[in-house]
């Protein structure tokens, strides 16, 4: 559907081009570039749990033309000088702290580039071969500094994230194959953590056991999380003043009754106080006055930087 549209307007253009009289020289038909879909591949040597992602736009360049930002999957057509191979890179695209309008290039994740043949009229696919799962963390780029810290990912002895005073729940593991997050492909995923609000126990709040020093100056410092869960769940830094603890929301998801992933970046709040020697990450919830038992399930927590 999306290729056809892309072809039915493509010609519209090319009609109205004729009648403008600007230009009655012939426009050759454009290639097609398809991209249907875009994952993390896996990673045998991950300490960060699974190579969970939620990639949901998708910028292009062909032979370094910018061909803007697109969802996916997309379809769209190629002006191009002559037919055969062209360099085609493609740019992972993420929804920011959960918002669909809010869309960026995730700033952590290697580009894919590969040399694909374009011809008029007809569509090429890329990635190359079909295989959507071709992006990493970019481990070399920028310094070589990357820090992907696990927050917590349930498999290990032991909790990461542990719950606050405010807190009146805290985790269960959960085994439960109808429950916990389903790894991708080729990976295993043992346990997931979920809590569970009802009467009497209205709020789930959790810390990190462990303070980061992180950048500021406007660096970017996501949070990156997979969840399920039938309450809203507030993301945040707390900050470490001298003399001072400020707590700090950066996003709140909404329920999600399917396994989710999320990009949270925390640049406002952690760059916002400069003078914090160092940071929790905290996530929460508040029991709906509904009636109902709510759970909340979360997985692969991780915290990902350039100090």
């Known amino acids: 559907m999306r290729e ?23 426009i050759d038909e454009p290639a097609y570039l398809h991209v249907e879909a875009l994952a993390m591949q896996p990673d045998a040597n991950s300490t960060y749990g699974n190579t969970s992602s939620k990639i949901t736009t998708v910028w292009i360049e062909v032979d370094g033309v910018n061909l803007g930002a697109h969802h996916l999957p997309v379809t769209l057509p190629v ?13 992972p695209g993420i929804n920011i702290n959960g918002i669909s309008s809010f869309r960026g290039i ?13 011809q008029r009229g007809k569509t090429a696919q890329a990635p190359l071969g079909g295989n959507s799962r ?12 990357l820090v992907v810290a696990p927050l917590e990912n349930f498999e290990a002895v032991g909790q990461r994230l542990i719950a606050t005073i405010q807190s009146d729940t805290s985790w269960i593991l959960t085994s439960d194959p109808t429950l916990r997050f389903p790894a991708p492909a080729g990976e295993s995923n043992t346990y997931s953590g979920m809590a569970i609000l009802d009467t009497g126990i209205s709020r789930f709040e959790v810390h990190s056991m462990d303070r980061y020093v992180l950048p500021k100056q406007g660096a970017n410092v996501y949070v990156e999380l997979d969840y399920q869960c039938s309450v809203p769940l507030s993301v945040g830094v707390i900050a470490y003043r001298p003399g001072q603890i400020i707590q700090m929301p950066t996003a709140t998801l909404n329920p999600s009754s ?20 160092d940071f929790r990450i905290f996530l929460g919830s508040i029991k709906a006055a509904n009636g109902k038992l709510d759970t909340v399930l979360v997985d692969n927590v991780r915290l990902v930087y350039r100090p």
């Open 258 to 277: 399917a396994w989710n992933h999320a990009y949270i970046n925390l640049v406002t709040e952690v760059s916002g106080v400069p003078d914090a020697n």
């Open 106 to 118: 995730y700033p952590f994740y290697t580009e894919y580039k590969a040399t694909v043949n374009l």
């Open 79 to 91: 002006l191009i000088d002559q037919e055969g191979p062209a360099e085609v890179l493609l740019y």
């Open 4 to 26: 056809s549209f892309a072809r039915w307007a493509f010609r519209a253009v090319v009609i109205l081009w004729g009648f403008s009289g600007c230009d009655t020289r012939s």
């Open 134 to 145: 071709v992006f990493s963390y970019d481990w070399t780029g920028f310094g070589r500094n």
